[in-house]
């Protein structure tokens, strides 16, 4: 038999009230350390909410759709599984369509899914489209988290790209390194408009002027990032480090470096972004800055549930922070940066192998 509320709440020593609001996201909620040991002891003992009645008593489904433009996006699966976990926690169940870039097919799972009386919708890595009316007219909840195009959107989840950006030049910059050349990704992208900021707020932290002939733009995709690190190697004061606007055009930038005949790092550093897969296997690894994924599917289902109790409507975009993650291709490998790793002013590998031998 399965236990019932108010075994739990004798088991628990507390009242049937308490636990409710314990388990649910309560607009009056228990004591953080009571709401623990509950949850704890709702897991040890099997409990599971009747969601029929406790729909009745709450004029809720307690099930939320996710509507993804590409689930097989790298990521995709990690946003989701941010929102899944953050949701479970107070016993909400979700389902997932993919619309496939496809204005038409988003608009169908939106009415799809209020015909299914789901509670509130997010949408992940999605353009913002006509779709929102119904939603308006629904009276429904949404929120959008990662959102590929357009600017800043009320009641998003967003990473934080200038910051992102920034941190990984001011890493290249504490390594002594002065000449950072950029790869930015397409125009018309808000990351590549934010991290392109970054890069120009790290430089300017350490009083270096911008330079436009330092930045081209890549298309995200390796193959990208090599003739754009090509170009920027054939300049006559070449960049000794490259940061790149994603890993797979900082691994096109490695072989370019790599085709010239110089090292990473030893002779040009390199940081990506994202933190995807390769960036980990990869000779050398790639250093870069993580995307929150996960936490940013957390944060974009906790603004949700606060939409749903009548709070924080129509809130500014929620900045999540990503991490710089310091592996071999910057110099700095585990994260050290010790005076003895720094660059000395002494003339590079790349710039000898240039200047003429003499007889």
């Given at each position: 038999?399965?236990v ?11 009242s ?11 607009k009056h ?34 099930t ?18 941010g ?8 016993g ?43 939603l308006?007219?629904a009276?429904?909840?949404?929120v ?6 357009g600017?800043?959107?009320p ?9 992102g950006?920034r941190?990984?030049?001011?890493h ?42 330092l ?8 193959q ?10 054939k ?15 900082a ?14 790092p ?9 933190d ?19 936490e940013?599917g ?9 939409l ?7 809130l ?28 000395t ?12 031998i003499?007889?």
């Amino acid at each position: 038999m399965p236990v019932t509320l108010y075994e739990l709440a004798r088991a628990a020593g507390v009242s049937v009230s308490t636990v409710s609001r314990a388990l649910t996201n309560s607009k009056h909620p228990v004591n953080e350390k009571t709401r623990q040991q509950i949850l704890a002891l709702a897991q040890e003992l099997g409990y599971r909410p009747n969601l029929v009645a406790r729909g009745l008593r709450t004029d809720r489904t307690y099930t939320i759709g996710i509507i993804a433009d590409n689930i097989c996006s790298p990521f995709t699966p990690l946003i989701i599984r941010g929102i899944q976990d953050r949701l479970k926690l107070d016993g909400y169940f979700n389902i997932i369509i993919n619309a496939d870039w496809n204005p038409e097919m988003e608009t169908e799972a939106i009415h799809d899914l209020i015909g299914r009386s789901i509670d509130g919708i997010i949408f992940v890595e999605s353009w913002l489209r006509a779709a929102n009316i119904t939603l308006d007219t629904a009276n429904k909840p949404y929120v959008f988290v990662h959102r590929l195009f357009g600017i800043s959107y009320p009641n998003s989840v967003r990473p934080d790209e200038r910051y992102g950006a920034r941190l990984a030049v001011e890493h290249l910059l504490k390594l002594g390194h002065r000449r950072i050349g950029y790869i930015n990704g397409p125009e018309g992208w808000f990351a590549s408009e934010e991290r392109l900021i970054g890069y120009q707020e790290g430089l300017a932290s350490y009083g270096i002027a911008f330079d436009p002939m330092l930045v081209e733009s890549g298309d995200w995709e390796v193959q990208s990032g090599y003739p754009v690190a090509q170009r920027l190697l054939k300049m006559p004061d070449p960049p000794d480090a490259i940061f790149a606007a994603n890993d797979l055009m900082a691994l096109g930038a490695i072989y370019a470096i790599q085709g010239a005949g110089l090292r990473v790092p030893d002779d040009i550093a390199v940081v990506g972004y994202d933190d995807r897969e390769i960036a980990s296997i990869t000779r050398p690894t790639i250093t870069t800055v993580s995307l929150p994924c996960y936490e940013m599917g957390q944060a974009s289902a906790q603004l949700l549930l606060r939409l749903l109790d009548g709070q924080g409507e129509n809130l500014e975009a929620i900045p999540v922070r990503g991490k710089l993650i310091v592996r071999e291709s910057c110099g700095a490998a585990e994260g050290k940066i010790t005076p003895e790793k720094m660059r000395t002013h002494t003339t590079p590998r790349r710039l000898l192998m240039r200047q003429p031998i003499e007889a």
